[in-house]
């Protein structure tokens, strides 16, 4: 059985060439990049190589503003606890209830030792409340952490408005980009962005490296200490296979990009509208105006998604689903709530999220296998 | 990922008995929309009073889905008397176990079958409400259902207890109230535990008992030091033992006989027992 995979928001496939590339880190090139002698200090150039490509993936001026991580959670938790502790006065903490754990998790984690927290709402598109984040802005400085784009729905918020009132009363805005990062085109250098989270297996890179933009000036306070390696921001001998990938995999997804925002749209429009088509009773969840390219999220009416998922993945097809039961907690997703996407609904949320390697037939499978799976948890549902 | 057992990942995509009786005798829905899972279960009994149809609908997830199946299975065939003695850890039983964050799925199949039950009659709808207090609000779990859920499953968290029956598991503000009633139901299950002796007993109960307690209490330590026991006759309050091995001839086995033998029995089983050694 052929694998139809559509869950790109969860992890991506590795590109060929980014494995590629990191092959010779992990044989002939294995010294340590700190060493004085030529066969380890000769590593070091390809790190920067790396900085200089994730940088031009996001616009940073400068790519000593880039701080390599192990991951997007890392480079949430650095941001957000060490930008909190790194600064003067106790900042307000301010943030959006339908945020990745990766930020609620520190941000909870800085309420608890004393920090004020806000948690912002969204409408039922999921578009972020601005009105209560200006007037939340005004309380004082903050360090604000609100999501460039979310991973369940693709919504993409105003980052650009949402900086600039951070900035108008003094505060420190951070952006968690790990789902928009290599989807859509942007130019930090030029927004009003403090910090930037990225992730490497969102974008064709393996698992286990991220990054952390960080502009000239903003202080973090370190979470891994004894080393002076990224600067002192980021103690540990550099993951130099992985960093060599990721930097390849943002130049990659910078030529990518055009691609993304015209076929791969292009398929996700069409998988959606087939979908709304095909099967009655669903529904878009998020503002289809203002989304990732490659992302949607239906709901399916009185029926439940982890039971959509099990017998779409009997047929091959990977997506996810923002339904309690799959999770294992009694709750549905939680940005979903803070929607308040109906009851009906609810519970019966699938998430189809694409890739650059996705082709017309894994839409067609799609379409072909879903409508089947919808009608047949309707005839066991007592609510139809 | 759940690990579902083969079993419940056969009656979730090749379900039993779904759909509607015509004219049922019994019919019960519970769970809701907002709650993330329903059960409605619809029987038929025959002329001798056995379940001779019986059918569902479920909106849920896998689990809650085989649960279903698997519990109309368990009651065709059944009078009403027998299925009522149907639990929720024999339907997780029948599917060969579920993941613990799942028990609550096989809670919702033992409550629809209470139900349907109760419809056949009373002729009215059951509501949780009926026999029992509301304590969480988000998924409407009554006391009387935390009860039947903790000893049914012996829940000692109240992180099972939500894996069981919900409850607990939306807003959180009920928490403290579930740790009170469940630390006063296991204190109660404790106490029980205590006082075997003053539960009525039969006679076949009180031999296995008394064996029980010689096994688990007495013949360790004998065997230790190379001797045994056999136990020989049980009349009313006398209970008559043979020493074999090393301590049949034993200097101090009359020793035994009273401070270990008698003493555990009297502890475990009755104050009025009385041990005899036959040579």
Redo the contacts between chains.
Sequence with gaps: MKTVYVDNNATTQLADEVRDAMIPFLTDLWGNPSSMHTFGGQVKKYIETAREQVAALIGASDPQEITFTSCGSESNNLAIRGGAEAMDKPPHVITSKVEHAAVSGPCHYLEDRGFRLTKLDVDALGDLDTGTLLHEVKAGKSLTSIMWANNETGVIFPVSQIGELVHEYGGIFHTDGVQAVGKIPMNVSEMPIDMLSLSGHKLHAPKGVGALYIRRGIKVKPLVLGGHQERGRRAGTENVPYIVGLGLACELAGKNLADENSRVKAMRDRLEKGILSSCPGSRINGDSLHRLPNTTNISFDFIEGEAILLMLDDRGICASTGSACASGSLEPSHVLRAMNVPGTAVHGSIRFSLSTYNTEEDVDAVLTELPKIVTRLRELSPFV | MWDYTDKVNEH??N?HN?GKVENPDGEG?VG???C?????LMFKLDKDGRISEAKF?????????ASSSALTEMIIGKTLEEAEQITNKDIANYLGGL?K??V?CSVMGREALEAAIYNYRTGKTWSKEIDGEVICHC?GTTDKEIEEAVRTNDVTTVEDL?NTC?AG??CGNCIPELEAILKRITDEIEAEKQKPLHKPMTNLQRIHLIEDVIDREVRPALRQDGGDLELIDVDSNIVKVRFRGACSGCAVSTITLKDVVEARLKENVSEEIVVEEVK
Excluded: E, M, N, Y
Excluded at chain 2, 36 to 40: M, P, R
Excluded at chain 2, 57 to 65: D, L, Y
């Design positions: 979730f995509r379900p779904v829905q809701s929309l907002a993330g899972d329903a059960l409605k609908q479920t909106f849920g997830c896998a689990s809650a889905i993941p964050q799942k609550h998924f939500t919900k598991g939306g």
